[in-house]
Structure formats: structure tokens, C-alpha cells
């Protein structure tokens, strides 16, 4: 058989690896840039790792007819040589159900690389630890047509707001380069206990991550231990016994805005890990004019240069309803 006889698939559409025949795959831009293993890893589900590698080894993998390694990279374009593999049927994992299509989840910003949606409050970013679905399997659900969708960082459950998914490897891997470079504008809206003072303040209080007894993370300030770490909180505007603030993000570490914030006195509305628990419980009854039964944290201005295109990117994630609802009813009972 010649090069010209073969029908390749791209790597776009490949779902899984077929277990009767010799198969060949013509590398697409999702996979342009990835070690070959962890290619396999992802499109051979079920299949053990050891085998995966002792096929590669046996050169029953080709990449433009030749032999590879476990850590050649692949290049958009070429062409691999696949041996039929069979997947255990116990490996076959039930895919998301249709309720987990997009549905309440409003997209900011979409190209053939980048995903922005604005996440509502309550929904994990991903499945694990008793949650069978996040907001990465339902964008998947709700698009099976791109072969490629990963988280290009997280928010927490509680928080509300602008996250990227990227729909291409290059993407992923450029967009987390320029986090580390801090290449990436983040803004925050959040309302806190207290009549904050300060028009800006600048907290660069270092956090170290710790579990609790039962294994819950958690976050604390330690001078010694800590990560370094800095946010700018700016005063949006006063309502007496709470205070609506812009926080811009120059660290990207767990928990911070919640942990800085609670450092100098102010803890989130809302906040169950971190805040005053008995006001949160009256909030939650309506004692700021109409219940919130949430935190008050949300992601609200992302602003970056395009890590494919190098185009400005800005997108403005708008308040959900209920956040929006209380702070209407501040502004109607008039407080300062």
C-alpha cells in the first residue's frame, strides 16, 4: 500500500482507536505539538499505559513511516501508522448526559481557539471529588463536534464569571505561558463586610495552601512558608455596613482575593470558608434588602493578546442576576 492508497483520518476526528485494522491519522492542529504517548493516552481510552508504550517501542507506531519515541512531538500534518487496539469494555466511560448542554452558560467571546463563557456561581470547572459533571464536560456536551476543549485555568465553585477553555493545544500551551509571564489582565468584582476606607490598596500578604483534618484545602497568610503574592483592591463604591470592590489579580494563587481580602479585615459576602458566617446567614435572609445565598465573587474583566493571532482580546462578564438584584437594592435603600 502506497502513501496515495490510504484515506487518513485527521486527528480532529478521531474518537477512539480501531480495534480490527491497522489505522492511519493525519495530525491536525488540535494535536500539533503533542508527545506522541500522551496522543495515544488520550485517543486510545481504556487502553493501558504499558501497552501503549511497548507498541511504540516495537515500532508497530510509525510517524511518516519511520520509527518514533514515546517523546517525539508531533507536527501538524503528519502522518501516523496505528495498530488496531482493543479497549476493555470496563475502561468505556459513560458519556455526559444531554442536560449538561450549554444552556445556561452565555459564551463571551468564541474562535477556532479560544472559548470565554461566563460561569455561573456553584458550578465546579471540572468533575472530581463527588462531582460528576463541571463546566468542562458540559461545554463539551454541548459542542461534540471540537475535538479539542481544556480549561485554560479555574475558578473556584463559588465563583461566578469569565474562564477560557481553548479549542486547540496551541493555544493551551501559549495561553500558560503567558500566565506565567503575568500577560493576562484580570479584574475581579466582589463585595465584602465593612465600610472599606481606601480608594486603592495594594495586599502582598504571602499565602501558603494547607489541608484541614478532613482534607479540605484551604489557604492561610504565613509570612515564612508563603507564596508571594499581590493583589490591587480599588473602591467601587460604599453602602455602609458593606463595600463593592474591584480587585485586579497580579498572582494567580488559590483563594487569594478571598485570603487577602480577610487579612485586612474585610471577608467576602458569602464567603463559606473564609467569611463571617452568622452575617452570611443573614444575608442569605435578606438582610441586605433581597437574599443572596451565594459569595459575592466574580470574575468580571479578562483582557489579553490573542496567544494564536496575537489580536487584542478584552471580554466584560455581566453580574448574574442575583448579585445584580442586590446591589439594586442597596442603591434603593439609599446607604451611603
Known sequence: ??????????????????????????????ADGQRLDNFLVRVAKGVPKSHIYRII??????????????????????????????????????????????????????DRHLLIVNKPAGLAAHGGSGISHGLIERMRASRPDVPFLELAHRLDRETSGAIILCKSRKALVRFHDMMKTRAVEKHYTLLVKGDWPDDRRHVKAPLLRYLLPSGERRVRVDEKEGMPSHTIFTKLKRYGAVTLLDAELLTGRTHQIRVHSLSVG???????????????????????????????????????????????????????????????????????
Open 1 to 30: 500500500m502506497t502513501t496515495s492508497d490510504i484515506h487518513p483520518e485527521d486527528s480532529a476526528r478521531l474518537a477512539s482507536l480501531p480495534s480490527d485494522r491497522v489505522s492511519f491519522v493525519r495530525i491536525g492542529p488540535d
Open 57 to 110: 517501542r516495537s515500532g508497530e507506531v510509525r510517524v511518516n513511516k519511520a520509527r518514533a519515541k514515546a517523546e517525539t512531538r508531533l507536527v501538524e500534518g503528519d502522518l501516523l501508522r496505528l495498530p488496531p487496539v482493543r479497549v476493555s469494555e470496563r475502561a468505556v466511560t459513560k458519556a455526559p448526559p444531554a442536560a449538561l448542554a450549554e444552556g445556561t452558560v452565555p459564551v463571551l467571546f468564541e
Open 266 to 336: 474585610f471577608p467576602l459576602v458569602g464567603d463559606d470558608k473564609y467569611g463571617d458566617f452568622e452575617f452570611n446567614r443573614q444575608v442569605a435572609q435578606g438582610a441586605l434588602g433581597v437574599p443572596l445565598k451565594r459569595m459575592f465573587l466574580h470574575s468580571r474583566t479578562l483582557a489579553f493578546e490573542h496567544p494564536v493571532t496575537g489580536e487584542a482580546v478584552r471580554v466584560e462578564a455581566p453580574l448574574w442576576p442575583d448579585c445584580e438584584a442586590l446591589l439594586a437594592a442597596l442603591d434603593k435603600k439609599g446607604q451611603k
